[in-house]
T-cell receptor
Framework: AQSVAQPEDQVNVAEGNPLTVKCTYS??????LFWYVQYPNRGLQFLLK??????LVKGSYGFEAEFNKSQTSFHLKKPSALVSDSALYFC????????????FGAGTTVTVRA | GAGVSQSPRYKVAKRGQDVALRCDPI?????LFWYQQALGQGPEFLTY????????KSGLPSDRFFAERPEGSVSTLKIQRTQQEDSAVYLC????????????????FGSGTQLSVL
């Protein structure tokens, strides 16, 4: 079984400040980890993924995420948030032994105030 | 550019009605997924197609739910005798590759169909 927890329903930050969105996962084997972002009235958009290799993964729009195996976490980060980063963020996991089925977290709403 | 297109964008149905939700994936994409997203929740897997073959329908909530992709492109999710608990956003996603290897793995999502059953 695989699952994802996003412990914060909402994250509020001021523009220019660092942004962190937390994610922890549970899989029986090794994970593939993903972040997707959803803007209002738009489909989910891929941000970044961890497959193997470097624990720090860089993605679109200046986002990055750090894979921490011991803490089973994959937190999303951006050094300096923009108002346009305000959206709903989903973390997702797939056990590498599962061919295709992603499990998503419940999502975290990020609001960046000017 | 052409992305994943879903129609209708909104659907209101009376309890007991049948509905059909359409998904037009990106041309050439082999894999197609349907997800159900309840209010305030993340997407939940419903079913998976590889070309025209439905390889996994384990997430379909009941036998009232049926999906098809007869020519390996457009897909339809049909819900018979809708119930209030079917109210959700239904998301379609496609991916270029046949095998989710991780390396090339990236899902492209449509905007979804918001179904409200009264």
């Amino acid at each position: 079984a695989q699952s994802v927890a996003q412990p914060e329903d909402q994250v509020n930050v001021a523009e220019g400040n660092p942004l962190t969105v937390k994610c922890t996962y549970s899989v029986s084997g090794n994970p593939y980890l993903f972040w997707y972002v959803q803007y209002p009235n738009r489909g989910l958009q891929f941000l970044l993924k961890y497959i193997t290799g470097d624990n720090l993964v860089k993605g679109s729009y200046g986002f990055e995420a750090e894979f921490n195996k011991s803490q089973t976490s994959f937190h999303l980060k951006k050094p300096s948030a923009l108002v346009s980063d305000s959206a709903l963020y989903f973390c997702a996991v797939r056990d590498i032994t599962d061919d295709y089925k992603l499990s998503f977290g419940a999502g975290t709403t990020v609001t960046v105030r000017a | 550019g052409a992305g994943v297109s879903q129609s209708p964008r909104y659907k209101v149905a009376k309890r007991g009605q049948d509905v059909a939700l359409r998904c037009d994936p990106i041309s050439g994409h082999v894999s197609l997924f349907w997800y159900q997203q309840a209010l305030g929740q993340g997407p939940e897997f419903l079913t998976y197609f590889q070309n025209e073959a439905q390889l996994d329908k384990s997430g379909l909530p009941s036998d009232r739910f049926f999906a098809e992709r007869p020519e390996g492109s457009v897909s339809t999710l049909k819900i018979q005798r809708t119930q209030q608990e079917d109210s959700a956003v239904y998301l379609c996603a496609s991916s270029l590759t046949r095998v989710m290897s991780g390396t090339n793995e990236k899902l492209f999502f449509g905007s979804g169909t918001q179904l409200s059953v009264l």
